[in-house]
T-cell receptor, first 112, second 116 residues
Framework: DAKTTQPTSMDCAEGRAANLPCNHS???????VYWYRQIHSQGPQYIIH???NNETNEMASLIITEDRKSSTLILPHATLRDTAVYYC?????????????FGKGTHLIIQP | AAGVIQSPRHLIKEKRETATLKCYPI?????VYWYQQGPGQDPQFLIS???????DKGSIPDRFSAQQFSDYHSELNMSSLELGDSALYFC???????????????FGPGTRLTVT
């Protein structure tokens, strides 16, 4: 799986959009960008994933650059409950039950 | 909606003892993954099973073994426990298609193992 680079920590004001960047310059054509988050000591939670098109679901939006070397996770209206470590993970969807490789992630702190 | 169930939630063992952790996947999920998260660390993949067969293997110590049963639940067996095995152990589940494509992984609440 390709390596990712994320900022160690970020702050965001409650109610504002939180934009979390991820660099993955060595991503291969068949690798997807996945985002998970982990609220303190809870199990990681799936957020969203995409291959090359932008994606949106009820939790977030994922913007992937045209060259696929970087992406941004957008939480449109951050709340205090969004404070967590956010992991950007590059993963082959057709890899047949392969494990996820968690990097260091970004500790997002939502400020009241 | 039903989630991944793990038991026990907390477990205290002494060095050199054995421990068994159990995982019950989301209904209709046929794939199970195990992860270990040490204090202050990020989750590390241990092993996965699809249709009762080992699928992928990560940094699982030789002292650990796991299996998946016919009802798709899985057990992680840990022997000769060491102080360094103290960690959160997460199980995740997903579906996997016949062509090898797996859906997103859904994680359980974890089992906190303390080795004294």
């Amino acid at each position: 799986d390709a390596k990712t680079t994320q900022p160690t920590s970020m702050d965001c004001a409650e109610g504002r959009a939180a934009n979390l960047p991820c660099n993955h310059s060595t991503i291969s054509g068949n690798e997807y960008v996945y985002w998970y988050r982990q609220i303190h000591s809870q199990g990681p939670q799936y957020i969203i994933h995409g291959l090359k098109n932008n994606e949106t679901n009820e939790m977030a939006s994922l913007i992937i650059t045209e060259d696929r070397k970087s992406s941004t996770l957008i939480l449109p209206h951050a709340t205090l409950r969004d404070t967590a470590v956010y992991y950007c993970i590059i993963h082959i969807s057709g890899g047949g039950a392969d494990g996820l490789t968690f990097g260091k992630g970004t500790h997002l702190i939502i400020q009241p | 909606a039903a989630g991944v169930i793990q038991s026990p939630r907390h477990l205290i063992k002494e060095k050199r003892e054995t421990a068994t952790l159990k995982c019950y996947p989301i209904p209709r999920h046929d794939t199970v993954y195990w992860y270990q998260q040490g204090p202050g660390q990020d989750p590390q993949f241990l092993i996965s099973f699809y249709e009762k067969m080992q699928s992928d293997k990560g940094s699982i110590p030789d002292r650990f073994s796991a299996q998946q049963f016919s009802d798709y639940h899985s057990e992680l067996n840990m022997s000769s426990l060491e102080l360094g095995d103290s960690a959160l152990y997460f199980c995740a589940s997903s579906w996997t298609s016949g062509t090898g494509i797996s859906g997103e992984q859904y994680f359980g609440p974890g089992t906190r193992l303390t080795v004294t």
